[in-house]
């Protein structure tokens, strides 16, 4: 009788998951994508090496992003809090959160943590972290290659600072831009969708400035993320957001708006938190125009 590797079919259990936790995210399945994330989570609850930490975060990822896609922020901040203190446990034992990951799936589980953090209110904690993780993970050896990995986290501290608003975050974007404009040609090429992210936040953090320059950048940024977009449902039902804002920037403000409107229309039913969140800022701009 021919012997089984029994861990070989788990993690190709656990792969197959999260291939159906992505596509479900992509099709704007929230409900399909957190249960597809829950059954991750639960295969490596006890991760015994780092590819399982690995996937236990990428299972933390869908789960927290499902979350609060439905408004779920709060119980989203618990689940990654509670599975950051699982990863540092199994790093090195038991202690703070703010603690120095001491594995790249820790520097992962921090980021998703401070992404919970700002969409649950507290932004200026979430941009704090972010950029002290990233700080860290530049001094680190031996990951081979975490650019991706950086430009992530830093987006995450565009996002964070575009969302508190204050000078103190205008020069935490600052310092983001800095390192993260370094990078983006390179993740570019490797990871396009990433770059896009990181391009379109830096485009939102410049536009809320004011300014002719400002705005002049923040149009430059945006007209750089479209080519790098990917062609899934959910990048397409946002994708309005971004043309919308590039016809306002470049002064077709009434078109701009109409792109923008439908957009956040359509989000309704599949993205609520995005719903609520857009019209708020759509409306606080005046750029909200009723179907």
Same mark, same amino acid.
């Given at each position: 009788?021919?012997?089984?590797?029994? *861990?070989?079919?788990?993690?190709?259990?656990?792969?197959?998951?999260?291939?159906?936790?992505?596509?479900?995210?992509?099709? #704007?399945?929230?409900?399909?994508?957190?249960?597809? +994330?829950?059954?991750?989570?639960?295969?490596?609850?006890?991760?015994? *090496?780092?590819?399982?930490?690995?996937?236990?975060?990428?299972?933390?990822?869908?789960?927290?992003?499902? /979350?609060?896609?439905?408004?779920?922020?709060?119980?989203?901040?618990?689940?990654?809090?509670?599975?950051?203190?699982?990863?540092?446990?199994?790093?090195?034992?038991?202690?703070?959160?703010?603690?120095?990951?001491?594995?790249?799936? +820790?520097?992962?589980?921090?980021?998703?943590?401070?992404?919970?953090?700002? /969409?649950?209110? $507290?932004?200026?904690? =979430?941009?704090?972290? %972010?950029?002290?993780?990233?700080?860290?993970?530049?001094?680190?050896?031996?990951?081979?290659?975490?650019?991706?990995?950086?430009?992530?986290? %830093?987006?995450?501290? #565009?996002?964070?600072?575009?969302?508190?608003?204050?000078?103190?975050?205008?020069?935490?974007?600052?310092?983001?831009?800095?390192?993260?404009?370094?990078?983006?040609?390179?993740?570019?090429?490797?990871?396009?969708?990433?770059?896009?992210?990181? %391009?379109?936040?830096?485009?939102?953090?410049? @536009?809320?400035?004011?300014?002719?320059?400002?705005?002049?950048?923040?149009?430059? #940024? #945006?007209?750089?993320?479209?080519?790098? @977009?990917? $062609?899934?449902? @959910?990048?397409?039902? *946002?994708?309005?957001? =971004?043309?919308?804002?590039?016809?306002?920037?470049? +002064?077709?403000?009434? =078109?701009?708006?109409?792109?923008? *409107?439908?957009?956040?229309?359509?989000?309704?039913?599949?993205?609520?938190?995005?719903?609520?969140?857009? /019209?708020?800022?759509?409306?606080?701009?005046?750029?909200?125009?009723?179907?």
């Amino acid at each position: 009788m021919r012997a089984v590797d029994l *861990s070989s079919h788990r993690d190709a259990r656990i792969l197959n998951e999260l291939d159906d936790a992505y596509w479900a995210k992509n099709a #704007l399945h929230s409900d399909v994508q957190l249960a597809a +994330g829950e059954r991750v989570m639960k295969r490596v609850c006890e991760p015994r *090496s780092e590819s399982e930490r690995i996937m236990l975060v990428d299972g933390l990822g869908f789960c927290t992003d499902a /979350l609060c896609n439905m408004g779920r922020t709060g119980e989203a901040r618990q689940l990654a809090s509670d599975t950051l203190g699982l990863i540092r446990l199994h790093d090195d034992g038991p202690g703070s959160l703010i603690a120095k990951p001491q594995t790249l799936a +820790g520097y992962r589980a921090v980021r998703v943590y401070a992404s919970t953090v700002e /969409l649950d209110g $507290n932004p200026d904690e =979430a941009m704090r972290w %972010l950029t002290a993780t990233h700080k860290r993970l530049a001094q680190e050896s031996g990951f081979g290659d975490a650019s991706i990995d950086a430009l992530h986290i %830093l987006r995450g501290v #565009l996002s964070a600072a575009k969302r508190d608003g204050s000078r103190v975050a205008q020069h935490f974007a600052d310092l983001a831009r800095r390192d993260g404009d370094r990078l983006i040609d390179k993740v570019a090429e490797a990871a396009p969708a990433a770059a896009a992210t990181y %391009l379109h936040r830096a485009a939102l953090e410049r @536009r809320i400035r004011g300014g002719p320059a400002a705005c002049a950048e923040a149009l430059d #940024l #945006l007209e750089a993320s479209l080519p790098l @977009r990917p $062609n899934t449902p @959910r990048d397409l039902q *946002s994708r309005g957001m =971004a043309t919308g804002e590039v016809a306002v920037l470049s +002064g077709a403000r009434d =078109a701009g708006a109409r792109i923008m *409107s439908q957009t956040v229309v359509a989000f309704k039913g599949v993205l609520p938190r995005h719903y609520e969140s857009a /019209l708020q800022q759509l409306c606080e701009r005046e750029l909200f125009v009723a179907a």
